[in-house]
């Protein structure tokens, strides 16, 4: 059976209401009684009336609002400490009063178990964090190990390929292998510089001239194929403090993804800017491409390590460039439409990040 509800506003005016009535009864009983002059039984009457009202009214508004008002900022401090175990007591009240208590017990309900959940998901992470930890150092190791014998393999089949016959068979064979060894080596070089990442060495340099540099080996690639590459620089951009080498690295890796992006013609476009953002005033590098797009679904995964959509690719070239960027202060973002093309945007500020700034 449901419980009849009343308003706390109700619960602290009717016993005023009712103290009155019964007051005034009380003092009219008093004064015919005791044949109390009119003029003095209505001062009598008011003035008592009066300080009951008071009385009553001070009783009630501490009883039913000050109460549970002091009683919920100290479960909130308690709350604010980290203990959600608190609960408020005066959540039993079928008023206004009651509803808040409901409500703040909820409220603390739901946080602990989102804590729960939080605490859960970080032990997750870390354990997988340690062992992707773990496993990098292993693959590192491995990939150190394997870069001797693999560079005196590449002597040998050197030797062998100047003592091969130009009008031998086995040279096709040889050219298979001999890019095969250069697949493996790169795979290689690729895993020790994700492992083992490099500091960034900062100089104040134009960026420019770096991105022209990334651009003039990419073009060396494209020479038989009908792709044309186009470089819009800002020859206002200012000085910008980056590791050329890295920087190189990073731009190198998404012209050559860009190209391998197109399958038949197309352009690939590279532009420079500075722009006034939340962050700060930036440097902007766009790398955008006419090729296939990328797929919906692969986009939260592109810069995960090892994740790859290309028959030969190590997965790691684009999680290189993402921790070259954040290495430097900034960022690197990815839009594409499937069909129409790909666009990434690297953007690093113009001074070295502060110590601790890095993530």
Same mark, same amino acid.
């Given at each position: 059976?449901?419980?009849?509800?009343?308003?706390?506003?109700?619960?602290?005016?009717?016993?005023?209401?009712?103290?009155?009535?019964?007051?005034?009864?009380?003092?009219?009983?008093?004064?015919?009684?005791?044949?109390?002059?009119?003029?003095?039984?209505?001062?009598?009457?008011?003035?008592?009336? $009066?300080?009951?009202?008071?009385?009553?009214?001070?009783?009630?508004?501490?009883?039913?609002?000050?109460?549970?008002?002091?009683?919920?900022?100290?479960?909130? #401090?308690?709350?604010?400490?980290?203990?959600?175990?608190?609960?408020?007591?005066?959540?039993?009240?079928?008023?206004?009063?009651?509803?808040?208590?409901?409500?703040?017990?909820?409220?603390?309900?739901?946080?602990?178990?989102?804590?729960?959940?939080?605490?859960?998901?970080?032990?997750?992470?870390?354990?997988?964090?340690?062992?992707?930890?773990?496993?990098?150092?292993?693959?590192?190791?491995?990939?150190?190990?394997?870069?001797?014998?693999? #560079?005196?393999?590449?002597?040998?089949?050197?030797?062998?390929?100047?003592?091969?016959?130009?009008?031998?068979?086995?040279?096709?064979?040889?050219?298979?292998?001999?890019?095969?060894?250069?697949?493996?080596?790169?795979?290689?070089?690729?895993?020790? #510089?994700? $492992?083992?990442?490099?500091?960034?060495?900062?100089?104040?340099?134009?960026?420019?001239?770096?991105?022209?540099? $990334?651009?003039?080996?990419?073009?060396?690639?494209?020479?038989?194929?009908?792709?044309?590459?186009?470089?819009?620089?800002?020859?206002?951009?200012?000085?910008?403090?980056?590791?050329?080498?890295?920087?190189?690295?990073?731009?190198?890796?998404?012209?050559?993804?860009?190209?391998?992006?197109?399958?038949?013609?197309?352009?690939?476009?590279?532009?420079?800017?500075?722009?006034?953002?939340?962050?700060?005033?930036?440097?902007?590098?766009?790398?955008?491409?006419?090729?296939?797009?990328?797929?919906?679904?692969?986009?939260?995964?592109?810069?995960?390590?090892?994740?790859?959509?290309?028959?030969?690719?190590?997965?790691?070239?684009?999680?290189? $460039?993402?921790?070259?960027?954040?290495?430097?202060?900034?960022?690197?973002?990815? %839009?594409? %439409?499937?069909?129409?093309?790909?666009?990434?945007?690297?953007?690093?500020?113009?001074?070295?990040?502060?110590?601790?700034?890095?993530?």
């Amino acid at each position: 059976m449901p419980r009849l509800r009343i308003r706390w506003l109700l619960k602290a005016v009717l016993p005023v209401a009712g103290v009155l009535v019964a007051g005034v009864a009380v003092f009219l009983w008093v004064s015919l009684s005791l044949a109390i002059p009119e003029w003095r039984t209505v001062l009598l009457i008011a003035a008592g009336g $009066a300080v009951v009202i008071c009385c009553v009214m001070l009783v009630v508004l501490v009883v039913l609002i000050q109460r549970p008002i002091l009683e919920l900022q100290e479960k909130i #401090a308690r709350l604010r400490e980290g203990d959600l175990t608190v609960q408020a007591s005066f959540a039993g009240r079928n008023d206004e009063i009651g509803d808040l208590g409901r409500d703040f017990n909820d409220m603390v309900a739901q946080l602990h178990e989102h804590r729960e959940v939080t605490h859960r998901t970080h032990q997750a992470e870390m354990s997988r964090a340690e062992h992707l930890a773990t496993l990098g150092e292993l693959a590192a190791g491995l990939a150190h190990e394997l870069r001797n014998p693999l #560079a005196g393999i590449a002597g040998v089949m050197d030797v062998l390929g100047q003592e091969l016959p130009e009008s031998s068979s086995s040279r096709e064979i040889w050219k298979d292998v001999r890019l095969e060894i250069q697949q493996i080596q790169k795979i290689l070089n690729d895993l020790l #510089a994700y $492992a083992r990442p490099r500091p960034p060495q900062f100089q104040l340099a134009d960026l420019n001239a770096t991105a022209e540099q $990334a651009l003039h080996l990419v073009r060396q690639q494209v020479r038989s194929r009908p792709i044309t590459i186009e470089f819009v620089k800002d020859s206002a951009l200012p000085l910008v403090e980056h590791d050329a080498s890295q920087i190189q690295q990073l731009l190198l890796n998404l012209l050559l993804n860009a190209i391998q992006a197109i399958d038949t013609e197309g352009i690939v476009e590279m532009r420079l800017e500075a722009r006034e953002e939340a962050q700060g005033r930036l440097a902007v590098v766009s790398v955008t491409d006419t090729g296939r797009g990328i797929d919906p679904s692969h986009l939260p995964n592109l810069f995960r390590p090892f994740f790859t959509t290309k028959g030969k690719g190590t997965g790691l070239g684009l999680s290189l $460039a993402q921790r070259i960027a954040e290495g430097h202060g900034g960022s690197i973002e990815v %839009t594409s %439409t499937p069909g129409k093309g790909s666009c990434f945007v690297l953007r690093i500020p113009f001074q070295k990040p502060a110590p601790g700034k890095v993530e």
